[in-house]
């Protein structure tokens, strides 16, 4: 059974830095397009950045230049490094994977079919 779990969400002032983690049980994350979400309380779960089979990355705007999504360092591990962080980036991040390539349709929500159970990022002044 394809599993993903994250980790490494917690609390953090504005400006500091955050890496989450996404584990991969039952599949190598080489194997799909990696993203990952972020959702807000009573808003829709959005795309952040994905990392496709090819090395490929993807971002939205807000998390160009301040987020990095890469290879972790432990085997079959996601992660989603966040450096300068805002109270706007305060949310629910979740690790989604489906059958690549991630292409157009990387920020959307609805093209992944498998999904983490998600870490609270909470960011204060």
């Known amino acids: 059974q394809v599993q993903l779990v994250e980790s490494g969400g917690g609390s953090v002032q504005a400006g500091g830095s955050l890496t989450l983690s996404c584990g991969t049980a039952?599949?190598?994350?080489?194997?799909?397009?990696m993203a990952w979400f972020r959702q807000e309380s009573g808003k829709e779960r959005e795309g952040v950045a994905a990392?496709?089979?090819?090395?490929?990355?993807y971002y939205t705007d807000t998390a160009k230049g301040r987020f990095t999504i890469s290879q972790g360092t432990t085997k079959n591990t996601v992660s989603l490094q966040m450096n300068n962080l805002t109270l706007e980036d305060t949310a629910t991040y979740y690790c989604a994977a489906e059958h690549p390539p991630c292409e157009n349709n990387w920020n959307q929500a609805w093209a992944y079919g498998i999904w983490g159970q998600g870490t609270q990022v909470t960011v204060s002044s």
């Open positions: 990392l496709d089979i090819d090395g490929r990355t």
């Open positions: 039952g599949y190598s994350y080489n194997n799909y397009c």
